[in-house]
């Protein structure tokens, strides 16, 4: 996040004011965190690479069969719907289904991490890294 200096209202003498926005990094693709997983652990791209396939597909396997499924440091994953009320149980089938959807629930370190009193707390640092990243895109820092 940084402040931004923006004129506030339609009136020709606006006002000027500093807004927060959220800094707007590139997106790290797969082959990107796999990169920096395999420097950080020290270990083949190619080892994080079939880790990782095989750990996504292992989420999707147990989501799909209806379970939530939980990844240390990171929180858990499950498969919701919301579905039509149906007035017997022969009626109540997918047909009545609106809505699927995958549900995300971070752990309470990620949601602390993105509380406002963490942001306020740790608004410099973040301009400072704001900073120290400007000359190479964003991207973060070598393990």
Request: net charge positive; charged share 25%.
């Amino acid at each position: 996040m940084y402040p931004k200096k923006q004129k506030l209202g339609y009136l020709e003498e606006k006002p000027e004011v500093y807004k927060l926005q959220v800094m707007r990094c590139p997106v790290i693709d797969r082959k990107g965190i796999i990169a920096y997983a395999a420097k950080a652990a020290h270990v083949p791209e190619s080892t994080v690479a079939l880790a990782q396939e095989a750990l996504f597909d292992a989420i999707n396997y147990f989501c799909v069969n209806g379970h939530s499924v939980q990844v240390a440091g990171l929180g858990s994953f499950g498969i919701k719907l919301n579905s039509k009320v149906a007035k017997t149980v022969d009626e109540a089938n997918a047909d009545t289904i609106t809505r699927k959807y995958i549900r995300f629930f971070p752990k309470a370190e990620i949601r602390e991490m993105c509380s406002l009193k963490n942001i306020n707390l740790h608004i410099n640092d973040i301009l400072n890294l704001k900073e120290e990243n400007s000359g190479n895109g964003g991207t973060p820092t070598e393990p």
